[in-house]
C-alpha cells in the first residue's frame, strides 16, 4: 500500500500552556479499519528572564548567593558555569536532576573597593 499526498489529512492541534513544564498527551484515531495512537510530548520553558543580583560586602571579605536552578524537562542536565568579572567565583559544572532544583554558589570576593 502506498499513500500520496491526497491521502494526507491534516490534524491541527492547539497547544496554550499556562505553565512551564513537561506536557504528554496521547491522541487516538479509530476508523472502522484502522487504530491508530499517537504521543506528543512537549517541554514548556519560561520566557527570557533576567535577573540581577546586587552583593555589599567589605574589601577581602566573601559573600555568597546562592541561585536556584530548576529543571522541569525530562532528563538531567549537565551544566557549566562561565563567569565573566572580577572578584566572582562558583563551581565550573552543576548537575541538576529532573524534577529537582539546585543551589549554584555563587561567591563575590572583592580584592579591593569596587
Known sequence: LFLDRNDAAELPIKFIPQYAGFYHCQILLKSSCDVRVYEIECVVNTDHAEAELEFLTPAYQAV???IPISNM???DWKLEAILEGQGFYGPPRINVGLGETALYPL??????EC
Open 107 to 112: 561567591m563575590f570576593k572583592p580584592v579591593a
Open 64 to 66: 555568597i548567593q546562592d
Open 73 to 75: 524537562s525530562s532528563q
